[in-house]
């Protein structure tokens, strides 16, 4: 597999995820939403199989694991618990000139990084999107657009605790939609205001947390590099004391190398009992578990790996994209892994003749039963080549004249290697699917 581009720009990735409908900027024909995108025809694809690699690996093959989906909306005294409402804030400073608002931990110097105005002291700003629930706009009916996922799982723990007859070690995934008012957001995808999260709470005996936090940085590393990730793009980079969030005893980000350099890909955290101690306290409803082993209750430790789905798709267009030279002409491809790649199989007829479509419409019909197929007539051969090859399409299957004609046989190429094998067509759904598994 080539690899020709050790760094790729951010404009490559914007210009091919628009070009190819994978990304798009939200509401862009009433010039964009700042900080909001759109997910097209290929990226919702992506993004569906990158969730349905996750829930495979983490969820479904998993005994000790079971799934959740909460809502959006929680009681707000679920904050007040959980410390979003007190603690959930970052030092927000704003130009006296030019009135432009920044992190004041992200700033380098004293003055205005756009004009080098002077800024104002630092307020705290709470970062939860706040609505109302009802017809009244008051402090009454006040609610938040949950800023993690994580929540919905703790105040059920005991809900899926009985109804699952789980024994710790345990966890519960889910995967869903969160909103941060970050104050300042960029980097296309990396860091917006509304994302999608697939996150993990692990329930352990105390004593065995850490030894659970170690395991889980290993098994997401793991799961990168299974899905085609370079692993010298990544590495783990443990969380300084001063960083720690005031749940957490232990932190650690899987960090992937862009183009501005390292970048937080997802964390492990060791969040201790902290949670459900709060919930319990708060509520009045007891969250903890009855231990067989010592006959005495016990508030679990929770190890937590988050990772933004958003973020994580990022990632892949970036490890993926490759440009090289092929004789004159560069060809731009995405070396998706075939699990997650958008389209499966590609199927081109040489061209649009009469005699030809007919046969390539049966071979897609029967191909598209097993695979994502894309069926594609529009211009050239080799512009539909370089059209499946950005959006990262593995196998192509080509029908001409000889198909019809001659042999029943198609042409299949290879997206990688550019190779091109001919196979009957009796054998072709055996023959794709043992390259895709490959």
């Avoid at 941060?180 to 960029?186: F, P, S």
């Avoid at 999260?197 to 170690?214: D, L, R």
């Avoid at 990544?234 to 970048?263: C, M, Q």
Wanted: aromatic share 10%.
């Amino acid at each position: 597999m080539s690899r020709t581009l050790n760094s790729v720009p951010m404009d490559k990735i914007v210009s091919l995820s628009k070009r190819r409908g994978f990304i798009f900027q939200s509401s862009e024909i009433y010039g964009g939403l700042a900080s909001t995108y759109d997910y097209g025809p290929m990226g919702i694809e992506l993004k569906r199989n990158i969730k349905d690699a996750w829930w495979q690996t983490f969820i479904q093959n998993r005994d000790d694991m079971v799934g959740v989906e909460t809502a959006i909306l929680m009681h707000p005294e679920v904050w007040v618990a959980s410390g979003h409402t007190e603690t959930f804030t970052d030092p927000l400073v704003e130009c006296k000139t030019c009135n432009h608002r920044f992190r004041a931990d992200h700033l380098d110097s004293e003055g205005c990084p756009d004009c080098n105005g002077e800024l104002t002291a630092p307020q705290n700003f709470n970062l939860m999107f706040r609505t109302f629930l009802g017809p009244m706009e008051t402090s009454a009916h006040q609610v938040y657009l949950r800023p993690e996922t994580a929540q919905g799982i703790f105040v059920n723990f005991q809900n899926v605790l009985t109804s699952s007859r789980k024994r710790l070690p345990f966890g519960i995934g889910q995967i869903g939609k969160s909103f941060r008012n970050e104050i300042t957001t960029g980097n296309f995808t990396f860091r917006t205001r509304e994302f999608e999260q697939m996150e993990i709470e692990y329930f352990v005996k105390p004593e065995e947390a850490s030894k659970h936090w170690t395991n889980w940085i290993d098994d997401f590393l793991s799961w990168f590099a299974n899905l085609g990730i370079r692993t010298n793009r990544l590495r783990v980079r443990p969380h300084e004391n001063k960083e720690l969030s005031h749940y957490s005893t232990a932190t650690s980000d899987i960090e992937y190398n862009f183009a501005w350099g390292w970048g937080e890909l997802m964390g492990v955290a060791n969040r201790t009992d902290y949670d459900l101690r709060a919930h319990t306290k708060h509520s009045g409803v007891r969250l903890d578990y009855f231990d067989e082993d010592s006959k005495a209750h016990i508030v679990p430790y929770v190890v937590e790996p988050a990772l933004g789905l958003d973020r994580a798709l990022l990632v892949f267009l970036f490890d993926a994209y490759d440009e090289e030279l092929v004789g004159d002409d560069t060809r731009t491809v995405l070396h998706l892994h075939p699990r997650i790649a958008p389209v499966k199989v590609g199927v081109l007829p040489l061209s649009r003749n009469e005699k030809l479509v007919p046969k390539a419409r049966e071979i897609y019909d029967l191909l598209r039963k097993h695979f994502v197929c894309e069926y594609d007539d529009t211009q050239s051969i080799g512009r539909r080549y370089r059209r499946q090859d950005e959006i990262g399409t593995p196998q192509v299957v080509t029908i001409d004249f000889q198909t019809i004609e001659e042999d029943n046989a198609v042409t299949v190429r290879d997206r990688d290697t550019m190779s091109q094998i001919r196979v009957p067509v009796e054998n072709l759904v055996e023959a794709l699917r043992e390259k895709l598994e490959s």
